[in-house]
């Protein structure tokens, strides 16, 4: 074998040739560290979010074709891409050469906020645009591609957008789909509003498939060349017959690359990698790693490198795919993409139905590099929630592997069941066989198949997987595979299960297990309820997690609720539709070729037909399809133009094509080091002291920082508000578990992180108190933070006399509520350079420089005019870069001013995510008083903040909460607050601080109190609903005018547009005539207080006319800058004579910097885009004012003047061109309302079983209606047209909504909100914002567990663990308006706030799920006359699937089975 070959690849047409590598780069570190290409960005390092997503373009010679997949460049090993060709955003267009139509659309339809996601998402939909161009189809009109609607919006399924909320994304994707109603498409700069008639593709950016060349000739010239050493890259083809004719000899053409003492082989035969095998001592064996795609990494992560990377792609045994009648055997290198691809090209319900499952697995552009093989070794050897593990072992699957010595067979439960396999057993190929031919070949199959199906039955086979996103990359609590041969007693007419293979799971168990004693049971037996029942006491028998499993309950329930689903449609006597469908219709069918349904179905079909006035509703085709569908109403005022224009983010298309500079795209100064924080483990523990483990790594530690480094005059301070201060590192003592201990430097970012992840802590707790880690034990031991008085809120009206009026009480009721993580794409991140005479320029993400300023000023003991804190953009902060950034950014000043050099740090996620802090968790006791009516009389609140280590801004929780809380008329009202300081890490600022929590609060007690009275909810919400009187009452000062109380108007307008009336009725009948699925519907206003904070604005005009403005807000993206380019142009409108809208391209909002623009405060509370433009404003006018006269005189001397010119003559004239201003509020008026309110519909959905292609989901959705006309399940047939008038075209269609609950999965159906933004800046901003924020407030309320243990030390801690919302999870119908309530003459042009309000919002669809559970217990536990019927009951936050489920009752299969059992 040849040592020291090149490693030849292309980047976006460049030819990079590299000889010496070292093997554990990933294609992310190379492209980002070596290249200038920085569009790829880093946001998990686990292929969980799609950040770094390329392009990778595969060239066969042998075809002559290109081939051309997205994958997750963070997994992905440089060395695997020799030969290939990488696209990233920057290769499809530029600021310099033009964009191409996705960055323009991007923009166009305001698709990007921060940016930072945006590069990704492109790629992804750049991929489907191509690959759709490869398939058949009839070529689409002009400007359109042959992308299909649904598969845009799967295209981008993975990757993940902490702003936007997904919908403009999505109809980015939707523009280019030739089945595309324009009319359908969103808010865009392309088209306006009125325009909607003449709305065609001419209006957008064109298309041409063929604009970007992914493949460059050179390379490809190169691969045919027979010279080039990677001729062994043909390999990857797979097809052996094909290679064998060509004649190659492979021996000569592996590929090994090197550097220093490690090293990559890609041996093409298994005798090369048996010799490299033999060539390795026994002791080295652990540092040898085979790697396909290495997605495996982003699960158990390299925590040291390996000293040799074998790739096994290339040997042709391990890519074969070979079919023939007994079934389908795939080669373990094959990926799961490919694989899809083979099973969907076979005959065959089990194919099929594999196919389908494994589209659930990951992403896409995981499973584009992801093995089939990788996949089962992992579940092989470690406890991995394996799906294709389940469901290829319910197939009957078997593997070949190689030992070393010999290639032995063995089913797939024998191979799960061997001990783990060592780093040299080799897994050559997964054979599947295929069911439907099975009769003829059962002997081959080594007892897969317990009893012979016998003529006359028919096979089922199923799929099922539970987990938090139905697309989006999410393992699952438990996943099934069933497969059954049914017959008919002719006589009884009963079903007999004539055998059966159930497997299960993810579950909590070493690996996936077959059911063996249930199967036993159940063959030959008919199916009745007491046969049912027995089973499944026996399956709860195996179904046991293992010590440790979160939520162990609710896995068992779920094998429950799959296996209830599968075989419900035979159980005798299990619903009264069932005599009308008998199983002898489909025994009857199966000898159809396709699985043999189709007669039944048709038979279904007919039942419910789909006529003019008639709609069946049904559900995966709404569950597992994203097909979105949204509806925005703005309004455009022209009254300050171009202030209220929906014109584009400013920055948005350099943000898609990847040249926006973030802080870790700055490319490194010379010498740069890099810093990683090693975090204690333990909450309160003395630091004894720190050692490194012996590694690869460790051999490249600079130094490590610690309090140690203050410099003399200097102080451990790493954090600063008004309230005081946090130690940048622990000094002898850590105080809470994740508490930065030290900052060790090393020479390369992944080197400084696998460093601190591999030290050791000595800690010692001897003589030292417990630590603080709840509420309750701080008010224990009156471990609190002084709360300011004039922090301290008031309370209103006489509690006493409130409460003597209420009919009823409710008396220290108690809610507690969680933490949510920023997850912000962009993790925190800083560079800091040092200067000369000791000053230090540090380029931070941060939201506050100035904070940032002080704090580095402050721990290194030097002036403040000596450190230059430089912020351009943030990529999302939402809180969580404010004071959180400042040690980070600390951290790096302190290491570079101590080695006199630049030191960078862009922290891991998991570091992060430790670090991080969060939304403060609480515990709330309420005391209620209310009258029969509703009408609530008096409320009185304990609320117990858990604030953690310092004070940060928790002081300010009190006021913020109470602000929110006041939105309801409570007659009188008092609270009181303790702020606990815990050992726990320092919780900040998260978007809507305290006032999330406020707003469920008060819906809480709203639920509350209705329920007692057993009224509706919404009806109570209506009758405590503040006057205008009541409102000035409660919110003093800050109630403004009685015309600005929008509120009541807000409630009709959305009651009336989202016929939530009609709705309401609507769900009632679902409800009635529906057992296993239920829908909830829930209206909920809001009141949201901010305060406006002075804020500096500096605009300069240069020489030759162009504008520079600087402003104390940074852009997070949310606009800002938009906003402020919009001010400035309508403020120096009047020295303008053209169109202001032209002066808009001649504005350029620049970075903050601190040295240059003082006293710019910090950016949050939603307040900063309009303090800033009216700064801006103000130092305008002072311009104007200089330039006016100016101007009046030269317009007297010349016909007309144009901008140039004057500022041509005002140099001339030595007029001051540059103009700074610090707007101060009026005290008066710096408070004010905002206000909005959300309808949101919830259902409680089955999402089993699995189907997602279009080909085949009729298939699957024939099927499941079958079933469930069996069982009556199809119940709901809306009849006079469709509820909700406003959906589109494809859901009239789509048969809607079912609700289950045998998994506790949710599908929100709809949300409508309208919020008042007074007279909106610029509406699309604003909107974005309202959609933004909702979807985040909904990933609080339904997803995101931010969990620790019991030390506190956060155990959420990637993409794996911390679900934020994904394009799946959205409401399936999204409908926004952005009411423009006219005149607010105090507010900056009568805008109001966007960025934090609505995410208060997000409380409609917690309150709509409340609905739907209330609904399923009254009817799960009243039938069984137990308690549970209650309608009082607790809900945690978020109310993930397992809560979900827990309230509608883990045993509700069984307990509906007792109920039938006497009666059969
Ligand atoms: C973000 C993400 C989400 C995911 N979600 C899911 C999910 O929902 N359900 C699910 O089932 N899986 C999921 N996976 C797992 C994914 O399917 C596996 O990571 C992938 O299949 C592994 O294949 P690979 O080629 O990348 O393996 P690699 O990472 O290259 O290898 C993995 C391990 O297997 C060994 N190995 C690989 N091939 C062989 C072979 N032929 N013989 C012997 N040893 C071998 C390697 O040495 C290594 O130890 C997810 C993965 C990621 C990254
Ligand atoms: S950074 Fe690669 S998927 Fe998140
Ligand atoms: S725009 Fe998507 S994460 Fe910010």
Known sequence: ?????????????????????????????????????????????????????????????????????????????????????????????????????????????????????????????????????????????????????????????????????????????????????????????????????????????????????????????????????????????????????????????????????????????????????????????????????????????????????????????????????????????????????????????????????????????????????????????????????????????????????????????????????NSKTLLLSIRIPSWDRLRNFSSEFNGSIDNNPINGTILLFETYRAAPRPLGNAVSYLNAGILAWVSTNRKSEDSVLESLQLAFGAYGTEHAIRARSVEEFLAGKPITVAVLLEAITMLRAIIIPKEGTLSPAYRSSLAVGFFFDFLRPFVKGLTDTEKHLQISDVVASAKTPNGGLNRSINGVADMFPENGNCYVQYDNLVRLGPILSAKQVVEVSTEYYPVGEPIKKAGAELQASGEAVFVDDIPSPKDCLHGAFICSTRPLARVKGIEFKTSLASQRIVTLISAKDIPRGGENIGSQSIFGTEPLFADDLAQFAGQPLGFVIAETQRYANMVANLATVDYDTENLEPPILTVEEAVERSSFFEVPSFLSPKHVGDLSKGMAEADHKILSAEIKLGSQYYFYMETQTAMAIPDEDNCMVVYSSTQCPASAQRVIAKCLGIPDHNVRVITRRVGGGFGGKALRSLPVATACALA???????????????????????????????????????????????????????????????????????????????????????????????????????????????????????????????KNLHTFQSLNLFYEGSAGEPVEYTLPLVLDKLAKSSSLHHRNEIIKQFNNCNKWKKRGIS???????????????????????????????????????????????????????????????????????????????????????????????????????????????????????SWDTLVLQANLQAVNLSASAYWVPDYSSMQYLNFGAAVSEFNLFHWAPLSTTEHHSSQNSQYKRLKEAKDGLITTILRHGHPYGSLPNQWTR??????????????????????????????????????????????????????????????????????????????????????????????????KASGEPPLLLAVSVYCATREAIKEARKEHFSCNGLDGSSPIFQMDVPATMPVIKELCGLDNVERYLEKLLPHQ
């Open 1083 to 1201: 209206c909920v206003p809001i009141v949201h207080e901010v305060t406006l904070r002075p804020t500096p604005g500096k605009v300069s005009v240069l020489n030759d006319g162009s504008i520079v403005v600087e402003v104390g807000g940074i852009e997070l993206g949310q606009g800002l800058w938009t906003k402020v380019k919009q001010m400035t142009a309508f403020a120096l409108s009047r020295l303008w004579s053209g169109g202001s809208q032209d002066i808009l391209h001649r504005i350029r909002v620049i970075q903050a910097d601190t040295l240059s623009l003082v006293q710019g405060g910090f950016t949050a509370g939603s307040t900063t885009s309009e303090s800033s433009c009216e700064a801006v404003r103000l130092a305008c006018n002072v311009l104007v004012e200089r330039l006016l006269p100016l101007k009046e005189r030269l317009q007297e001397q010349m016909d007309a003047l």
């Open 1294 to 1391: 789509i048969n809607m909504v079912e609700v289950d609950l045998l998994t506790g999965a949710p599908t929100i159906l709809q949300t409508d909100i309208t919020y008042d933004c007074g007279q909106s800046l610029n509406p699309a901003v604003d909107l974005g914002q309202i959609e933004g924020a909702f979807v985040q407030g909904l990933g609080f309320f339904m997803l995101e567990e931010y969990a620790t243990n019991s030390d506190g030390l956060v155990v959420s801690e990637g993409t794996w663990t911390y679900k934020v919302p994904t394009v799946d999870t959205i409401p399936k119908q999204f409908n926004v308006e952005v009411l423009n309530s006219g005149h607010h003459q105090k507010r900056v042009l009568s805008s």
């Open 896 to 1022: 570079a001013y101590k080695l006199r050099r630049p030191v960078r740090v862009y922290l891991d996620r998991k570091t992060d995510m430790i670090m991080a802090g969060g939304r403060h968790p609480m515990k709330i006791n309420y005391t209620v008083g209310f009258k029969s009516d509703g009408k609530i009389t008096a409320l009185h609140i304990d609320l117990l903040i858990n604030a953690g280590i310092s004070e940060d801004i928790s002081p300010i929780m009190p006021w913020n909460m109470v602000g929110a809380l006041k939105k309801y008329n409570w007659g009188a009202f008092s609270v009181d607050f303790k702020v606990c300081k815990t050992n726990h890490s320092s919780k900040s600022a998260m978007r809507a601080p305290g006032e999330v929590q406020a707003s469920f609060i008060a819906e809480a007690i709203v639920e509350h109190v209705a329920s007692t009275l057993s009224i509706e909810a919404d009806f109570v919400r209506r």
């Open 1 to 421: 074998m040849e040592e020291d070959q090149k490693l030849l690849f292309a980047v976006n047409g460049e030819r990079y040739e590299l000889y010496s590598v070292d093997p554990s780069i990933t294609l992310l570190e190379f492209l980002r560290s070596e290249t200038q290409y920085k569009g790829v960005k880093l946001g998990c390092g686990e292929g969980g979010c799609g950040a770094c997503v390329v392009l990778l373009s595969k060239y066969d010679p042998i075809n002559d074709q290109i081939e051309e997949f997205t994958v997750s460049s963070c997994l992905t090993l440089l060395c695997s891409i020799h030969g290939c060709s990488i696209t990233t955003t920057e290769g499809l267009g530029n600021s310099k050469d033009g964009f191409h139509p996705i960055h323009q659309r991007f923009s166009g339809f305001h698709a990007s906020q921060c940016g930072f996601c945006t590069p990704g998402f492109c790629m992804s939909l750049f991929s489907a645009l191509v690959n759709a161009e490869k398939t058949q189809r009839p070529n689409p009109p002009a400007g359109f591609s042959k992308l299909k609607v649904s598969e845009g919006e799967k295209a981008i399924s993975g990757n993940l957008c902490r702003c936007t909320g997904y919908r403009p994304i999505v109809d980015v994707c939707k523009s280019f789909a030739s089945d595309v109603d324009m009319e359908d498409l969103g808010l865009n700069s392309f088209w306006r509003k009125g325009e909607k008639a003449d709305i065609n593709i001419d209006k957008f950016p064109f298309y041409s498939p063929n604009g970007v060349c992914t493949f460059p000739d050179f390379l490809i010239n190169e691969l045919k060349s027979p010279k080039q050493c990677f001729s062994n890259l043909y390999m990857k083809n797979s097809d052996n017959v094909r290679i064998s004719k060509l004649g190659l000899t492979f021996n000569s053409n592996s590929v090994s690359i090197r550097s220093r003492e490690r090293h990559w082989y890609s041996p093409i035969t298994i005798e090369e990698l048996q010799k490299l095998f033999k060539y390795k001592k026994t002791e080295e064996e652990n540092r040898i790693k085979l790697i396909v795609g290495n997605t495996g990494a982003g699960i158990y992560k390299e925590l040291d490198h390996y000293d040799t990377y074998i790739d096994i792609s290339h040997i042709p045994e391990l890519s074969v795919i070979r079919r023939d009648s007994s079934g389908i055997e795939i080669g373990a290198a094959v990926t799961i993409s490919k694989s899809i691809k083979a099973l969907r090209g076979e005959k065959g319900l089990v194919f099929t139905k594999i196919a389908d499952h494994m589209s659930q697995v990951a992403s896409e552009f995981v499973r584009n590099t992801a093995s089939l093989g990788g996949n089962l070794i992992m579940a092989q050897r470690n406890p991995f929630p394996s799906d294709i593990a389940t469901i290829l072992l319910a197939a009957g699957s078997s593997v070949n592997i190689h030992t070393g010595s010999e290639i032995v067979m063995l089913t797939l439960e024998q191979f799960l069941e061997r001990p783990p396999c």
